[in-house]
């Protein structure tokens, strides 16, 4: 169903500034926009915060009928409903909280013949339910389903950090919708070779007419580095002490280099932040509930002027959302909170703070042990600089904690996300899923553990960015985005040099040696050494 659109372009530059209200495209969105309007099937890994959405929404603002968005989380559907209401646009959500009288208001709407609805939002374990398939085929036959669009498509791979086993039932769309062809747009920003794969093969995508799209995965404006840490504190559910005392003079040289930028004469002594000044605001990734309690009350009690609140699943919903929703906002911080302006914001969260969290004043994100995932480490580090300018992604590491996240992948089978009454997980695919949650942390582990390597470089190797550029180069469409990821001295080996860097890690290690004599942890060391190993094998 691939359709000459080219009458739209006027369309799609007054839709980008008059209901967007964007001045212009950025580089390949126009691109993405104009295969999606022509009705291909379209595969766009882009990274974090490159404007994926816009890729879908706005063709489903020019086009007729109904765009079927499938998203993972409640908390990303609200947010970009909420957004598209804000733009005026007819956009639904039927979601296990939409009360019954507005959820048949919407399937009226949508079987109407005519529906004004021009984006609808569901959970693909709601697209599992037979009574909503009967309507999508309904609005199938009337014309009136213009494309499906598969937000964080990774999910669908057993071999996705996210993996649901309802995203594996989407193949019901390719399988169902065949005259006229719905056609399918599939959006990730973290899917390596495999899971690009997995995501073709399953949602059935046109290898002739699918347009691949991609923009490398690591991100210029954002400086990596890894800090290697002696631990003192064997306590793993208290906030260690070496690392907070780190923090805080990290901190503290934020808030000098700040006020030395802001006040030249007085050479970054000035101790009073200007009035006007909003605070600098971050993310601190924990491991645990009972870390992002701690630290939250160690920065709070720091005498530093930070305003820190903790966030994870044990907190309520209400506390939960009000979080999320000040975090959410497009206006500093410094606007809506009460009392004297803070100097730093930060939300000390577990990852339960993660995909699609669009926060464009994100100046660092930190995480205060090694991510469990590749994918989580690439996802959770984009919260940062989202507005382009620049930022910090800093890894706590050493390798204490290493194994006891080690400890926690293994036992992660996450059986709230993995078992669906729609979809129970078999056997072999409980394995493949370890499987791919060892080999995922293993290049969470090989990016800290290197010290002689770009980490941009190592980003775009770990997402297997060349393969994709080899995919685009067979297409017409060409971007102007180099397919490069320049670093330009934007992350500490590049910026520091491999020997200081070295010299960091080996003190690390000594002391952690020392550590291990006096017995102080228990990882199981000899797993780990398996699946390090098998990795390095394997590759
Ligand atoms: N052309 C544009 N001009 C200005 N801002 C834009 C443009 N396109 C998108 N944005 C803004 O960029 C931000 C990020 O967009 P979006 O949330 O779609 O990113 P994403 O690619 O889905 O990222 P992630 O994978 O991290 O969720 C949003 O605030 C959005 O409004």
Redesign the pocket.
């Known amino acids: 169903m691939v359709n000459d659109h080219n009458h739209l372009w006027v369309d799609i530059d007054f839709t980008?500034r008059r209901v967007?209200g964007?001045?212009?495209?950025?580089p390949l969105?126009r691109e993405v926009i104009s295969a999606v309007i022509d009705g291909h099937d379209v595969f766009l890994q882009?990274?974090?915060?490159?404007?994926?959405?816009?890729c879908f929404q706005l063709p489903a603002v020019v086009s007729h009928g109904v765009t079927l968005v499938v998203s993972p989380l409640l908390s990303l559907m609200v947010d970009q409903v909420a957004?598209l209401e804000a733009y005026g646009i007819p956009v639904a959500t039927i979601n296990g909280t939409t009360p019954l009288s507005e959820r048949k208001a919407i399937i009226e709407d949508i079987l109407s013949g005519h529906p004004k609805i021009r984006l609808l939002y569901v959970t693909p374990e709601f697209c599992c339910t037979e009574t909503f398939r009967r309507n999508l085929k309904r609005i199938h036959a009337q014309g009136e389903l213009t494309r499906v669009a598969i937000?964080?498509a990774h999910c669908i791979s057993e071999w996705g950090h996210d993996f649901r086993p309802a995203y594996k039932e989407l193949s019901w769309f390719r399988e169902t919708f065949k005259n006229p062809l719905v056609p399918i747009t599939a959006?990730?920003?973290t899917a390596t070779p495999k899971v690009r794969n997995d995501i073709v093969k399953l949602l059935g995508l046109d290898k002739d007419s699918l347009k691949w799209f991609h923009t490398p995965s690591a991100r210029p404006n954002i400086h990596y580095e890894v800090k290697y840490v002696e631990e003192i504190d064997d306590d793993c559910t208290s906030a260690d002490e070496e690392r907070v005392h780190d923090l805080l003079t990290w901190l503290d040289t934020v808030r000098k280099r700040r006020e030395a930028r802001m006040n030249p004469d007085a050479n970054g002594e000035s101790n009073e932040p200007r009035p006007k000044l909003p605070p600098i605001s971050g993310i601190i990734y924990v491991p645990l509930r009972s870390v992002a309690d701690v630290l939250a009350r160690i920065l709070n009690k720091s005498g530093r002027n930070i305003r820190a609140v903790a966030y994870h699943a044990g907190l309520p919903a209400s506390d939960r959302k009000r979080i999320q929703k000040m975090w959410a906002s497009?206006t500093p911080p410094s606007t809506q909170l009460t009392g004297p302006c803070p100097y730093f914001s930060i939300v000390v969260a577990t990852n339960a703070f993660g995909?699609?969290?669009?926060n464009?004043h994100v100046r660092f994100v930190i995480h205060w042990a090694p991510p469990r995932s590749f994918e989580g480490l690439v996802?959770e580090s984009?919260?940062a600089g989202?507005d382009g300018r620049a930022a910090v992604s800093i890894i706590y590491y050493n390798r204490n904690e290493r194994d006891r996240v080690l400890e926690r992948v293994k036992a992660d089978g996450r059986p709230e996300r993995t078992s669906n009454r729609f979809a129970p997980q078999t056997a072999g695919a409980k394995k493949r899923s370890l499987e791919a949650r060892l080999e995922s942390f293993n290049k969470v582990i090989a990016f800290c553990e290197s010290t002689d390597r770009c980490r941009h470089e190592i980003i775009r190797e770990f997402s297997g960015d060349l393969e994709l550029e080899i995919l685009m180069s067979s297409q017409t469409t060409r971007s102007n985005q180099t397919s490069s990821s320049p670093c330009d001295f934007a992350c500490d080996v590049c910026k520091y040099g491999t020997a200081e860097i070295t010299q960091k890690k080996t003190e690390m290690l000594k002391a952690s040696a020392e550590l291990e004599a006096m017995g102080a942890y228990s990882a199981d060391m000899h797993t780990f050494m398996y699946y390090w190993m098998t990795y390095f094998v394997r590759r």
């Open positions: 980008l967007f964007k001045t212009s495209f950025r969105q882009a990274a974090t915060s490159f404007g994926k959405s816009l957004a937000d964080e959006l990730t920003a497009k995909m699609g969290i669009d464009p996802q984009g919260r989202r």
